[in-house]
């Protein structure tokens, strides 16, 4: 049975969170609040404008509607400049066995990010031939925990939702792959990601024998 396997990118694909806490942590220097990289995991799957709303409310700070967009800007030239060194090398392990695992089986493949520098880091890294469908932060309209980055991956592929497969380190993707009737898969910390069907630390703990069961049943 062919099914969709839709990927989130930072944190699952690649690790790009190193990235964007180092340009968020930055910026927060500038209004006097010391960011630290538990705070970070509160951005993991939300926007880049929520994500400074709620750095702007960890740090009581009210911004003009100028200040805000203007540091969007900026935190975003800075991990732009972060992701142009990158390569293979920043691949998570075993992302290649799994994807071309499931390339072999014939299976649907999807990107289903809320980053809109999701095409520049999957050609960075060579992957982005392994996706059938790129769903990313320029073609959605509200972010996880909404399920539409996922809904429109599922349509383009396009299996019902009850066949598609989510790959998620954050509880937003994890919530919104949940809404949308579809497996969801955690993968980093059982604890954070307690509401997904199936949590794996990383990839090297998902084995090819797992992957036939979710084509299977």
Not at 72 to 78: A, P
Not at 115 to 142: C, H, M, W, Y
Request: charged share 25%; with cysteine; hydrophobic share 40%.
């Amino acid at each position: 049975m062919k099914k969709a396997f839709i990927f989130d990118l930072d944190g699952v694909i690649v690790d790009t969170a190193k990235f964007h806490y180092l340009a968020w942590r930055n910026l927060a220097k500038g209004i006097n609040f010391d960011f630290t990289e538990e705070q970070n995991e509160q951005f993991k799957g939300v926007s880049r404008v929520r994500s400074l709303e709620i750095l702007l409310d960890m740090a009581n700070y009210t911004a003009t509607q100028e200040e805000k967009d203007v540091w969007l800007v900026q935190k975003n030239i800075e991990y732009l400049s972060y992701i142009q060194k990158m390569d293979q090398s920043e691949i998570l392990p075993d992302v290649p066995r799994v994807l071309e695992y499931l390339i072999t089986k014939d299976q649907g493949i999807a990107l289903g990010s809320a980053s809109k520098n999701a095409r520049p880091i999957l050609e960075r890294v060579a992957l982005i031939g392994k996706f059938q469908v790129i769903v990313d932060g320029n073609d959605v309209t509200t972010a996880k925990p909404d399920p539409e980055v996922f809904v429109n991956g599922a349509e383009a592929l396009p299996p019902d939702p009850q066949h598609c497969i989510v790959f998620e380190d954050s509880i937003a993707g994890i919530q919104a792959a949940n809404t949308a009737g579809m497996i969801s898969i955690g993968i980093g910390d059982p604890k954070v990601l307690h509401e997904a069907d199936h949590v794996f630390k990383d990839f090297t703990q998902l084995s090819n024998d797992f992957l036939d069961s979710l084509i299977q049943n």
